[in-house]
């Protein structure tokens, strides 16, 4: 326990120092660190000490986690930038466990992910400019229609496999970004202004001071991209401890074997495919309403190739790999400005290195394990 | 004419599904480089070389070459080690490497995030049938990619190599136990399927008279579905797959604002890949599907 509370505190210092570093030469120290850091960490066995500790206290890294990031907010209460950054990162890391039932679960690969952020984004835009419906109900009205819409593409998907699957997504990612493009209701290539969330008559943009301190308008959205992130999390986390989990990975490794067993391979498939899509859709929805804009050049091919990218870097189908993923993958372009103008290909580059040296990602999925060490009997 | 562009690019697709089983997504990208290089070749020797015929000789041999390499470079060190791994990661590796190359020219090519202007290189003047004109740098380039394929079809069937290729696409530890030089097998298709792209990435350029960063992604992406719809590793249904994709652009552009006057000619490639996605709905494997069975 003490190590695992002592982790937290050095990660959190580290977080912490990382958002709030402006030069250059900081960021890069801090970087080169943390990577010398998980290299020694490695070759001294720390790691696996940590990963036995995780083990016996499994609730521990879940609410470090939220209160790791409810001490960020606490920190960067009024520095725009950061808290930004930070709600990106919890919103990408929803997106991504969304497209993780998808592609790690039931082996769905989804290149159009972008794409279902999108539409989840532009819902979001008409129904606040053009309605009067609450707010938060909007968000779940734009997820609702980012399923309804990728469940025209449920057909083709459950009747092709590996890349006729894989063409039916990028063809729907790649109409999708055109039809935006010439469709001047939409706002054509100039994209919407979404107006600012409101709740129960409260404009979140607006900021707000509590006893004389002046609070960011993004904490309010990140308590909501925070619940939100929770609330999926914890979804993925008990699809795949239930027998809805099994089913779901019978079906990606051997379809065949699956339904000689009696799963119903089409059926997973829809449930998977369509979770998937509305989680992307209600990241999407909050996200246009954080950044109050939405343009057909945020759902770009390349932008659904790095969320894919994601998923692999933190580790296909574990959970838990996705949030420091997103982080790295969020976070780093943005403080090494050098490398903003390169990230595409950074990203290209080490998801290629990934693939061909290291397949499982940085947090490799575990083989499933029903009883916890210390009550299964066995020292392992 | 677009129809022809298409084919090329798909067959380039279905001699690699063909041979290894694996989608090659950095394609479209090897026929955006193709054309920059043959477009870098143009300046290198504009003031040497006066006769256009000659340049374009030069310039489509080097930017062949140049993608060949690129080919073989690839097959050597990203398709062939990951020959056990799931096909989905050689997918993802080389839907990557196509980024990575995208972003290669458009950060490193002087000035390469802009739309670069393509030598006029073929004659312009049309010949007037009727009301109609037929310019002849259009017919000179179907005519030379109607021959390509024709070559590349005769190359596959008729001779040593494309002999040896069929062999190792019908059965590959056969084909090697024969005393097929698998390794070299493959990184000829490669240069052959690279090659191939460059060409249409040159022809697409003399048509247009622009290259553009970005071009590959488009062009990849239809000749994967010309090549997926007409059946991959089908030599027959990628050509009719991409003839099948102009026809769609086509029509679209001109029967949509016919037959709904609200909807604009751009939707085009709506459309088209609209229709893609219902044929793989209703054609899962293709129009003309692959003979395999499933191994259980």
Known sequence: MKLLISTFIVCLIYCILLLGAENQLEVGALVAIAFVASLVGKKTGFMDRLAVAVSQRPSFPATASVIGVLVMMAVFHNSHFALLMLATVLIYSIVCLGLNIQFGYVGIVNFAGAAFFGIGSYTAAVLATHTAVPHLLVLFIAATISALIGSILIYPVLRTRGHYAALVTIAFGILFRNFLEVNDTLGGPQGLKIPPLTIFGWNLSDGLEVGGVEISFYIPYLVIALVLLIATFRITRNLERSWIGLSMDMVRTDEIAASTFGVNIAHWKIVAFTLGNFVAGLAGALYGMMTAYVAPNNFTFADSLILVSIVILGGIGNPWGIIPAAAIVVILPEKLQFIQEYRFLLYAIVVILILLFRPDGLLPRRVRQYFPASRAGGKE | ?296
Request: glycine share 10%; aromatic share 10%; proline share 4%.
């Open chain 2, 1 to 296: 004419m677009l129809g022809v562009i298409y084919a090329i690019v798909a067959v380039g697709f279905t001699l690699y599904f063909g041979v290894l089983d694996v989608i090659k997504f950095s394609h479209g990208d090897i026929l955006m480089v193709g054309a920059f290089a043959g477009l870098t070749t143009y300046i290198g020797i504009a003031g040497t070389f006066d006769s256009p015929w000659l340049q374009l000789l030069v310039l489509v041999l080097v930017s062949l070459s140049i993608a060949a390499f690129l080919g073989a470079i690839i097959a050597r060190y990203l398709i062939l080690p990951l020959q056990k791994a799931p096909p989905i990661n050689t997918l993802l590796v080389t839907l990557m490497l196509g980024l990575a190359l995208r972003e290669l020219v458009r950060l490193f090519y002087p000035n390469g995030s802009n739309p670069k202007p393509f030598p006029r290189l073929l004659p312009g003047d049309g010949i007037a049938i009727g009301e109609f004109i037929l310019r002849a740098d259009s017919l000179i380039l179907l005519a030379t990619g109607v021959i390509t394929i024709v070559a590349v079809q005769r190359l596959i069937t008729k001779s040593k190599i494309g002999l040896a290729i069929r062999a190792v696409a019908q059965d590959s530890e056969t084909a090697r136990i024969m005393g097929i030089n698998f390794r070299q097998i493959v990184l000829i298709t490669f240069m052959l399927g690279s090659a191939l792209a460059a060409l249409a990435g040159l022809m697409n350029g003399l048509y247009y008279n622009e290259v553009n960063f970005s071009m590959g992604l488009l062009l990849g992406v239809i000749g994967f579905s010309a090549a997926v719809v007409g059946g991959l590793g089908n030599f027959y249904g990628a050509i009719v797959g991409g003839f099948l994709f102009a026809a769609l652009q086509t029509v679209g552009a001109v029967l949509l604002p016919a037959i709904l006057p609200s909807v604009p000619s751009a939707y085009k490639d709506v459309f088209a890949f609209a229709v893609i996605i219902i044929i793989m709905g209703l054609k899962p494997t293709g129009l003309i599907s692959e003979k395999s069975s499933e191994r259980v």
